[in-house]
Nanobody, 116 residues
């Protein structure tokens, strides 16, 4: 079992920045993939960014070159740096971890609101 706790959400003006953190209860060096998803009201949950255990990264087109995912294995934490935020980035952001055996775990989510 892996517990994930997100933090760092909040209210920010358009063009601003936020950094989300996802702290894991287990060593993330043994987790195959960690990712950030988001879900806006009335929409399906969508993948935002992923990072593999070897450091490979991928991003949704809508956030590419604005968001950066990173991981600190020593702190068992994954980050999502979000820059140039737009109102359409408003959503609940969820951390996700998938072990090599396929078992997946979700955090409880953190609200990000982009509004003037």
């Amino acid at each position: 079992q892996v517990q994930l706790v997100e933090s760092g959400g909040g209210l920010v003006q358009p063009g601003g920045s936020l950094r989300l953190s996802c702290a894991a209860s287990a060593s993330i060096s043994s987790i195959a993939v960690m990712a950030w998803f988001r879900q806006a009201p009335g929409k399906q949950r969508e993948s935002v960014a992923t990072i593999t255990s070897s450091g490979g990264k991928s991003y949704a087109d809508s956030v590419n070159r604005r968001f950066t995912i990173s991981r600190d294995n020593a702190k068992n934490t994954v980050y999502l740096q979000m820059d140039s935020l737009r109102p359409e980035d408003t959503a609940v952001y969820y951390c996700y971890a998938r072990r090599t055996n396929g078992a997946g775990y979700w955090g409880q989510g953190t609200q990000v609101t982009v509004s003037s």
